[in-house]
């Protein structure tokens, strides 16, 4: 455990250290902040039942700042390793193949949480001037939260993946980025099946993250969602735990 936490810390401050780490902390800040304006002058005038959190997942920022920050945060856990020569160096010290693969992850999942913390601090300034308690409702705000950082479990598992397939951290960035576009397409099919589509509608639709993430932002935690998210995520760490394996065959 003290080697994964060491691990863990040295892939924190790699993101803190970096102006790439603050640029991503400032751009999602600063779209979150955009996104937030335009859904309170939506809202004034239309008002709507509709939780804050569950407008601002079905907003397009929310997926711009996924789908974009996800790749940046991920192309450098093993590929700057990679091409700074550190990679051999890490990989043969008395650690194991999984407490390497699980602590970048982690390093990685930690820092994406910390990019949404100026959502939380919007929504506690936002339920101040205008009094409205709904704004900061708990069970709404717990189940978004959750969903975004288990949404993001999954993103991020797909970037360390794709950077351990490379020395290049933009093409690590790119392989990440193609992959999150297309889970986002096929989260996008179920929008537009029809009832008569049967069994492959059903079944890419349990696949939608958009569906997902309604029960999220309405403050509703099914297992069903949980599973879902777990087994993709580990689906991916074990593809990468597999690639980073793949060094003693050569």
Not at 9 to 32: H, Q
Not at 76 to 89: L, M
Request: proline share 4%; with cysteine.
């Amino acid at each position: 455990m003290r080697v994964f936490l060491a691990l863990v810390r040295r892939e924190l401050g790699g993101a803190f250290n970096s102006l790439t780490g603050w640029v991503v902390m400032a751009v999602c800040a600063l779209l979150t902040g955009i996104s937030l304006m335009d859904l309170v002058t939506k809202l004034l005038d239309r008002p709507t039942d509709s939780p804050v959190t569950e407008l601002f997942y079905q907003s397009a920022y929310f997926w711009v700042i996924l789908l974009l920050v996800a790749p940046v945060i991920t192309m450098r856990t093993f590929a700057a390793e990679k091409s700074s020569g550190t990679y051999e160096a890490l990989m043969t010290t008395p650690v194991g193949d999984w407490q390497v693969v699980m602590a970048k992850f982690t390093g990685a999942l930690l820092f994406y949480g910390m990019t949404w913390l100026p959502l939380l601090a919007v929504l506690v300034v936002l339920r101040r001037v205008t009094g409205e308690p709904g704004l900061l409702d708990p069970g709404s705000t717990v189940g978004a939260f959750l969903g975004v950082m288990l949404i993001g479990s999954v993103y991020m598992a797909m970037g360390c993946f794709a950077s351990a397939l490379s020395r290049s951290q933009i093409i690590a960035a790119m392989v990440a980025f193609l992959l999150g576009i297309g889970l986002w397409v096929l989260s996008l099919r179920p929008l537009a099946a029809t009832p008569a589509e049967g069994k492959l509608a059903r079944a890419l639709d349990h696949l939608s993250m958009l569906r997902h993430m309604e029960d999220f932002a309405r403050g509703i935690i099914d297992s069903r969602h949980l599973t879902f998210y777990f087994t993709v995520t580990l689906l991916f760490l074990f593809l990468t735990q597999r690639v980073v394996e793949s060094r003693r065959w050569k």
